[in-house]
């Protein structure tokens, strides 16, 4: 593999892994009840999201015929991002 793929993959774990701190973090801190209630909205939202992927995913390996097949690491990383964007959405929408 090409030095510059390398030095891109490993870039993108980097950002996934700062994703996965940042989603770790504030689900741990506990702050004031406007916080609490940012984290709780962007959470509500990340799991619908999600769980809304996943049962389109079930759906199309079932019309297909295939075999479920989920990396978990790219999962986790879509979770991440998609928590971190709503996060990032909520608090300027409620001033955090």
Same mark, same amino acid.
């Given at each position: /593999? +090409?030095?510059?793929?390398? /030095?891109?993959?490993? *870039?993108?774990? %980097?950002?996934f892994?700062?994703?996965? %701190?940042?989603?770790?973090?504030?689900?741990? %801190? +506990? *702050?004031? &009840?406007?916080?609490? @209630?940012?984290?709780?909205?962007?959470? $509500?939202?990340?799991?619908? *999201?999600?769980?809304? $992927?996943l049962?389109?995913?079930?759906? &199309?390996?079932?019309?297909? $015929?295939? +075999? /479920?097949?989920?990396? +978990?690491? @790219?999962?986790? &990383?879509?979770?991440?991002?998609? #928590?971190?964007? $709503?996060?990032?959405? #909520?608090?300027?929408?409620? *001033?955090?």
């Open positions: /593999m +090409p030095t510059q793929a390398m /030095m891109f993959l490993t *870039g993108i774990l %980097v950002v892994g700062v994703l996965d %701190v940042i989603l770790l973090k504030s689900l741990l %801190v +506990p *702050g004031d &009840e406007r916080n609490q @209630i940012i984290v709780w909205k962007a959470a $509500s939202f990340t799991l619908l *999201g999600v769980s809304g $992927s049962i389109l995913e079930v759906l &199309e390996n079932f019309f297909r $015929s295939q +075999p /479920m097949s989920i990396n +978990p690491l @790219i999962h986790l &990383e879509v979770i991440a991002t998609l #928590y971190f964007f $709503s996060l990032m959405y #909520y608090r300027k929408k409620h *001033g955090g």
